[in-house]
């Protein structure tokens, strides 16, 4: 079991975000397809949620207590296959068959195919909803867990998304903390082009949420607010994690082409170079 | 709708001729069932007054959950309920349970194969007043087509609240199709139902009516008006649309040479469609079909609306007549 720790180390959480990079280049590499942006600028996130915020236990995907994480984003799938493998629900070897015939990692994540994936996702804006219901259902147990959920920022386009931040509000659900990978470019590109997004934090207050506006690429801010969103009383919270899409890889950094093309063999070698390993 | 005139042909149910609404059915099985289990949880979208989920509202309320007019985020949110141990009944009218939440539907709820209940209010034309924006006759055709989903569609008041109490005991994703008007009770007193199972009332020697929903009272009419040509129409009640029971669909085209399907909805994709599909494959046969032909729907009474669409007992006996002479 990852239990929930007291202290954060932050250092160790920083490597097992660049573990993550790491992995989640190998497999795109492997797959030659799949999105290498938004996977890379949530791997701190994720990090920050799998291997310190997080209760959940490896062995046990549907552990009764775990908390639950739920990727909106689903096309982020490599960050949460690595975290799932890193963590130990499978082995890393796995990763090598991602989008490949027969593999249980699905191009976008499938739940009946990999356990510790809570829900297929895929299709953007769907998320919130599921983490909400999700919320509401451990509050009528009386339980103590909590469900987070990993949203694109081109994701809140939807509107589905604005129904379920009304209703996790109305339903003051405090068991819920939202992350918005906040990398500001979609497929068609920058999202203040394509359609505007901004200003994400004033949306969200203004529909009920306590917002944290963070650097979503300083660890030691990714787990403040993960802490702080704990204390809050009475309504959900959204983290607005300020993210650079390919985050860790400069040649991939903010080139809005790699939101959905995987690394070459060469580009690989670069980027492994460049994450020390 | 009215209360019901001529006899089934059939042993009739002592009750037979007491009208219900299938969704207020279902508004006293939610209750039931919220007595019974602790797990059970209801979804709206603003609409619980005219669903009927408003009385579990009233009596749990703490595991009611209106979502507002958001049918999407309501298919979500139950979706999530059921991923916490919940057995979510989500319900709103067909038309935007199934059409503007189809891709949630499909998503979320058939792909991840969840234990969702869809129970859909005012389906088909006998909406009536309000027009072809709020009449589903393209549900059961969107429903069916998903992957994991069971679709029924029941006949009266007492088989749906026995399709309640059955789909809460069944996992996987269901969707219950209901009408707003009342429905006169077909089923006999000792009916019981069961998910795949038709009820075939008798099969007939010269042509037998595949029917579902409020059109099994209208196919049980057309019978009677038969019987005085001299023609042995049988009835088959398909409540389960989806698995079709294809055994009494064999039983039945065996017996006959046409087979007629009779169905609220529009006669592609729907019930008409799930027999024909299948007979093409296994046992090719005529099959006519009764229900609504590339149209919408329209403002009337639900009376007026059954005559302006064919979906009479009268239509069903002249297309039988037609067929046979």
Redesign the interface.
């Known amino acids: 079991m990852k239990a929930a720790v007291d202290k954060p180390d932050v250092s160790l959480l920083k490597e097992k975000a660049r573990q993550l990079r790491v992995e989640i280049l190998k497999m795109l590499a492997e797959a030659k397809s799949g999105h290498t942006g938004g996977s890379l600028s949530s791997a701190d996130i994720v990090a920050a949620l799998f291997f310190y915020k997080m209760r959940h236990k490896p062995n046990d995907p549907k552990w009764s207590k775990r908390d639950r994480f739920i990727l909106s984003k689903g096309h982020a799938a490599p960050v949460l296959y690595a975290a799932l493998a890193l963590s130990g629900y499978f082995d890393p070897s796995l990763l090598k068959t991602l989008r490949k015939i027969g593999s249980p990692l699905q191009g976008h994540p499938c739940s009946t195919k990999l356990p510790g994936v809570e829900i297929s996702t895929g299709s953007l804006g769907q998320g919130l909803s599921i983490a909400n219901g999700i919320a509401l259902g451990l509050k009528l147990d009386g339980s103590g867990s909590r469900v987070y959920c990993l949203l694109g920022d081109g994701e809140t386009q939807e509107g589905q998304v604005w129904e379920a931040a009304m209703t996790a509000a109305h339903y003051k659900l405090d068991n819920l903390c939202a992350f918005i990978d906040n990398n500001g470019l979609q497929i068609d590109g920058h999202c203040c082009d394509v359609m505007h997004i901004e200003p994400i934090v004033n949306k969200w207050e203004a529909f009920g949420w306590n917002v944290i506006d963070i650097d979503g690429h300083n660890m030691k801010a990714v787990v403040g607010a993960l802490n702080d969103a704990e204390t809050v009383k009475g309504k959900p919270t959204m983290i607005v994690a300020r993210t650079v899409k390919g985050k860790g890889v400069s040649f991939f950094e903010g080139k809005v082409e790699y939101h959905g093309l995987a690394p070459s063999s060469e580009e690989l070698e670069m980027a492994l170079k460049e994450l020390g390993k | 709708m009215g209360e019901r005139t001529h006899k089934t042909g059939q042993e009739k149910p002592e009750s037979a001729g007491k009208a219900v609404a299938t969704r207020d059915a279902y508004g006293e099985a939610l209750l039931e069932l919220g007595r019974k289990r602790s797990d059970v ?1 209801v979804l709206d979208a603003d609409l619980s007054g005219s669903t009927k989920t408003g009385k579990f509202a009233k009596a749990f309320p ?2 009611f ?1 209106n ?2 007019v ?1 049918e ?2 309501m ?12 057995l ?1 009944f989500a319900s709103t009218f067909a038309v935007f349970e199934t059409g503007r939440a189809w ?2 539907i499909r ?2 709820v058939c ?3 969840l234990n969702v209940k869809l129970v859909a209010t005012h389906s088909g034309v006998t909406v009536g007043e309000d027009g072809a924006s709020h009449q589903a006759i393209e549900d059961v055709a969107l429903m069916r087509v998903l992957h994991n989903m069971t679709v029924i569609v029941p006949a009266d008041g007492n088989e749906t609240r026995q399709v309640i109490h059955a789909i809460a005991e069944h996992y996987g994703p269901v969707y219950v199709r209901l009408g707003r008007s009342k429905v006169p009770q077909v089923m006999p007193d000792d009916y019981t139902f069961r998910i795949g199972k038709a009820y075939p009332f008798h099969i007939g020697k010269d042509a037998n009516i595949i029917a579902m929903g409020i059109m099994v009272s209208a196919a049980l009419d057309a019978s009677e008006m038969l019987k005085e040509n001299g023609i042995d129409a049988g009835v088959v009640n398909m409540s389960t649309v989806k698995p079709l029971d294809t055994e009494i669909l064999l039983k039945a085209v065996e017996a006959c040479g046409i087979l007629v399907t009779a169905e609220e909805h529009s006669v592609t994709g729907g019930l008409g469609g799930a027999v024909s599909e299948f007979l093409a494959e296994n046992h090719p046969a005529k099959v006519l079909r009764t229900g609504i032909r590339d149209d919408f729907g329209c403002s009337g009474t639900p009376r007026e609306l059954l005559k302006l669409y064919g979906l009479t007992a009268e239509d069903i006996a002249k297309t039988i007549r037609e067929a046979l002479f």
Do not use: C, H, M
């Open positions: 949880v703490e595991r959950f979502l507002g958001s999407q985020d298919i979500g949110t139950a979706s999530g309920l059921s991923l916490a141990g919940k979510p891709e949630q998503q979320t792909y991840s194969n």
